[in-house]
């Protein structure tokens, strides 16, 4: 995991705690380095620190104590607050200067949090998308294998998918795709990871679950989708294969494969129904 990564996840006590202890590190050197050396620049550390990982509001307030630091090194080099226009507009103009930059940063912050989040979530759905279920998949099966654990996967299509889009038009078949997807959520547990492949497929991850308990899972989650699609009206089916793994493969693409490969042996026979299968074979 990267710095900024574990960063991110400490609670904000300590995200507090880093930026004013930082603050009190670059105010004991301004007050002790030799006058004239300028310390505006190493005040913008705890700025950035806080503005980033604690938000856009903390950030200012952090900004507004390093002003009040600066002027107060000021006064302990026996230069007098207000003595000349000259000096107050260097105090504004230094002011204007730290807060512009935390306000910056911080519209540089949502702006990347908000790439970030669809970098790794489908635009239509909002579930994972491809990339993101192939990092987390990677995760789940080197976790498995190292502790012995079961995992199972499932891929599903909608049957009559096509249909749907010929005959009323890709904005009805986006309202299933977003109804399928909200019922997914709301079923699944916190630890699963469901995510739209493209198109009208999805695949689930079910970590630490063994056939029975994947089996019932998602044999669950296809009946509740079936009712759905009867209360809308929809002339969708699902074929789902589904493959527990008792010893992880060698990687994810041969996980997915699997499922995949099942899912592809329902439809080319009955559709709308649920294969499992256990890998090892």
Known sequence: MRLRDQVEVLPRWAIYLISYTILGIVVYFNFVMVPGFSMDLFYLVPIYFLTWFGGLVPGIIMACLCMVSLIAADLHWHQPLFTSAAV?????????????????????????????ESSRSDFLTGLANRREFFAVAEQERLRAARYGKSVSVAYMD?????????????????????????????????????????????????????????????????????????????????????VTFLHPPKSTDEMIGEADHLMYAVKRGTKNNLATGIWPH
């Open 88 to 116: 107050d507009w260097d105090h504004l103009a230094r002011f204007c200067f730290l807060l512009l930059t935390t306000v910056l940063l911080g519209r540089l912050r949502e702006a990347y949090r908000s790439a970030s």
């Open 158 to 242: 909608l049957d009559g998918f096509k249909e749907i889009n010929d005959q009323l038009g890709h904005s009805a078949g986006d309202t299933i795709l977003m109804e399928i997807a909200n019922e997914l959520r709301k079923n699944l547990r916190a630890t699963d990871v469901v995510a739209r492949m493209g198109g009208d497929e999805f695949v689930i991850l079910l970590p630490e679950t063994d056939a029975p308990a994947a089996k019932t899972k998602i044999g669950q989650l296809r009946e509740l989708l079936l009712e759905l699609a009867r209360q809308r009206n929809w002339p969708v089916t699902y074929s789902i294969g589904l």
